[in-house]
């Protein structure tokens, strides 16, 4: 009976000390464990260089890039008319191409976020808006800055291509320069702006509101295409546009080309 006590209490003891080395040990342990499962904080999202930080690839063709780049061969000739005025004013014959002049002259007399805003300012005051149906009977016509200003009207992408061509001769770095296509989501239609990298933020000079808007403020607009000096590039993040018959931004189904909003 002694014995028998004696292995009773032997054990007792030895699950006494069990019990109180997994109640020092066990809460230690778990927290090991947490601590090693706990996930690493997430590396910073990788954005593009280009507007609105997504990144977009470039299209080989297609009516998009045909339109684009029959701008840029008039452009050519555009530019050497603006040479000859720049150097002789009193013989130009184009006074499309002196108020043209004029506005980067002023333009080229700011600095910074001045220069922009002088520039968004100028061109549409200088543009009343106009769709392209009222003013050639087709949609989807793509004018030069002096052709625009000629008329004295245009639609949202004639006064992107302006803005494009004015900031660039008012000193504005052409890598800095963009035209980006986006969707409305409100109204439904697409619209094209012109935009400006200024101290590594994205400007969009749009022709409906005077005041420039970075970016990352945009509201109510999807990006779609992307412009600059080298050709057209589509948002790899953006979702296909919706087609109707006022809107043929489909290139990427149809390659038809872009018809914006006047506004």
């Known amino acids: 009976m002694g014995k028998s006590g004696h292995s009773r209490g032997s ?17 230690a342990a778990e927290l090991s464990a ?19 930080g997504l990144f977009a690839s470039h299209l080989a063709g297609g009516g ?6 029959g701008v840029q061969r008039r452009l050519d000739d555009e530019m050497v008319q603006l040479a000859l005025c720049e150097g002789d004013p009193d013989r130009c014959a184009s006074p499309a191409a002196l108020q043209f002049l004029a506005i980067v002259d002023v333009a080229r007399g700011r ?20 769709g392209d149906l009222e003013q050639y009977g087709q949609i989807d016509v793509w004018s030069s800055p002096l052709a625009t200003l000629t008329r ?7 006064y992107a291509i ?3 061509i004015a900031l660039q001769r ?6 800095d320069l963009r035209i980006v296509i986006m969707r409305d989501t409100i109204r439904g239609e697409d619209h094209a702006v012109a935009a400006a990298r200024l101290n590594g933020q994205w400007l969009t000079l749009d022709n409906r509101r005077m005041a420039m808007v970075e970016d990352a403020q945009v509201r109510n607009y999807r990006p779609s ?26 290139e990427a189904m149809s390659h038809s080309g872009i018809a914006t909003s006047p506004m």
Do not use: H
């Open 225 to 250: 295409f992307v412009l600059d000096r080298d050709g057209v590039k589509r948002y790899q993040e953006a979702p296909m546009p919706v087609l109707s018959d006022r809107n043929l931004v489909s």
């Open 170 to 175: 008012a000193g504005v770095s052409p890598d």
């Open 64 to 69: 998009l890039l045909a339109k684009w780049q």
């Open 162 to 164: 302006a803005k494009f």
């Open 34 to 52: 947490g601590t090693r499962n706990v996930a690493a904080p997430p590396d910073p999202v990788e954005r593009s260089a280009e507007p609105f």
């Open 11 to 27: 054990r007792a003891v030895i699950l006494a000390v069990l019990a109180l080395g997994m109640a020092w040990f066990g809460p």
């Open 111 to 130: 600095d910074g976020r001045a220069r922009l805003g002088e520039i968004n300012r100028a061109i549409n005051l200088a543009i009343r808006p106009m």
């Open 152 to 158: 004295g009207a245009g639609d949202c992408e004639d």
